[in-house]
């Protein structure tokens, strides 16, 4: 009698894969007023008036800023969402999204 030393296979648990993640991106412009953006991230993306504000300063320092981090669906319905609003209030605001790496 052969003496055969297998290990069993131990069950493979699939883990359902994460959906890939967007960033939205606040791009700066030299006409829409500071408090207008402060307003519209507070009212948008729900962060604080001192995170607002922060944010805010670093889009018009360095020209763009991450606004926040979603799936890509709500990150693209809020960065439309929010480039609307400013738009009807004839600002030339724009928030886009990229992915996340």
Known sequence: MADTNTKR?????LKPARPPLHK???LNDDYTPREFVVRL?????????AQA??????????????VAVFTREIAEEKATRATDFAQQHGYPLLFT???EE
């Not at 296979?9 to 648990?13: C, G, K, L, N, S």
């Not at 948008?44 to 008036?49: N, S």
């Open 53 to 66: 504000g922060i944010i805010m300063l670093t889009a018009h320092t360095k020209g763009a800023c991450v």
């Open 41 to 49: 991230l507070k009212a948008e993306f729900r962060v604080p008036e």
């Open 97 to 99: 999204t990229e992915p």
């Open 9 to 13: 296979r131990t069950d493979t648990v």
């Open 24 to 26: 939205v991106i606040l």
